[in-house]
């Protein structure tokens, strides 16, 4: 019962590579080190240093390992640079995991579970989100997710695969300093930035109709999030499942809150510069996580603090 975790060199794969560990399911992971780190992966976990899209690497290190399972995370994630790039993103988020399915198919493995993303709703029309809310994605990046999500679904049909998507809400935290989010691109690391640099972090925009006029959000921390991909892998090893679900705590929370709760943790006291509203930002979404707890018995623990301090923790460490 041995999975490959695309990607596993990454933020979120080294954390799942842990959790997978924890829960006594054997892993490899195959990573371009592209935006991953060799020392993410613990040295006594198989290690393959290949492309999704180069079929040769993929389909011997499937044999090699006796790979039953495929977690795919391996993608490029930024949503503003995929409306610039577009083409680069349909290559490596659809054409990667076009190619990894083929091979998937021609070893005979037939249990894939997939990385989504709360991109795939776009701006939805309901605050509180399901399962079923419409999905409309807003970038190139969420469209690339929910196709990746359809030719799971449409495999499934044709081959009787069994599979299973986690749409991440937003990711935080760390489990340990040296597995922290590297990217900066995230609200908690770029306030962080800020005022490291002296500088005040900024609101982009704070007349939403919310609660305090900032944008509210559904914050996991990334242990959570692994554990759920642990919980998915699992239950994939027992039955097909073939459904998408929320990862998410099931709580709205604001930009401002965010901000308050990172003033109570670092104990630096900031005031923030207002800036207008970024395009495509909508007001307030946050995740209905019934769903994967009611079937695959996973909820989160951590919150919104634990994910902040953590995060600081290693904000602080970092070279
Ligand atoms: N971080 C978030 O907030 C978030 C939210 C929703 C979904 N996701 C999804 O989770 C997954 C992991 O994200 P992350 O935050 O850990 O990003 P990351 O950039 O840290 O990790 C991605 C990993 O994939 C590897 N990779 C990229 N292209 C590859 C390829 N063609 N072949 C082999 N390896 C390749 C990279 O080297 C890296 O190790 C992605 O699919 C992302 O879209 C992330």
């Not at 770029?190 to 007349?207: E, I, K």
Request: glycine letters at 10%.
């Amino acid at each position: 019962m041995t999975w490959m975790l695309t990607g596993g060199a990454g933020y979120i794969g080294a954390h799942i590579v842990r959790a997978f560990d924890a829960a006594g399911l054997p892993v490899v992971v195959l990573d371009d080190l592209s935006t991953g780190f060799r020392e993410n992966v613990p040295a006594d976990v198989p290690f393959v240093q290949a492309s999704v899209d180069d079929s040769e690497s993929v389909r011997a290190a499937l044999r090699e390992h006796g790979v039953t399972g495929v977690l795919h995370l391996a993608a490029k994630k930024s949503v503003a640079e995929s409306v610039e790039k577009p083409l680069l993103y349909w290559d490596e988020n659809v054409g990667g995991m076009r190619s990894l399915l083929q091979s998937c198919v021609d070893e005979g493995v037939d249990r894939v579970l997939f990385s989504s993303s709360a991109a795939v709703f776009g701006n939805p029309p309901v605050d509180f989100v399901t399962e079923e809310t419409p999905v409309a994605p807003m970038s190139p990046y969420g469209e690339t997710k929910l196709i990746g999500e359809w030719m799971l679904r449409d495999l499934a049909a044709a081959t009787g695969l069994r599979w299973a998507a986690l749409r991440y809400f937003n990711v935080a935290g760390t489990g340990a300093p040296e597995l922290a989010d590297r990217s900066v691109t995230n609200l908690v690391p770029m306030t962080f930035r800020a005022l490291t640099a002296g500088d005040n972090p900024q609101l982009f925009g704070d007349d939403y109709d919310t609660r305090d006029g900032s944008c509210i959000r559904d914050y996991i921390h990334v242990v959570d999030l692994a554990e759920a991909h642990a919980a998915a892998a699992a239950r994939l090893d027992e039955a097909p499942i073939g459904e998408v679900f929320n990862v998410g705590r099931g709580e709205g929370v604001t930009v401002t809150e965010v901000f308050a709760t990172v003033r109570e943790v670092t104990g630096i006291d900031f005031t923030v510069d207002v800036v207008g509203r970024r395009a495509g930002d909508p007001a307030a979404y946050f995740a209905d996580a019934t769903k994967i707890g009611k079937e695959l018995g996973w909820t989160a623990r951590l919150d919104l603090a634990d994910m902040v301090r953590s995060a600081w923790d290693a904000w602080q460490q970092r070279d």
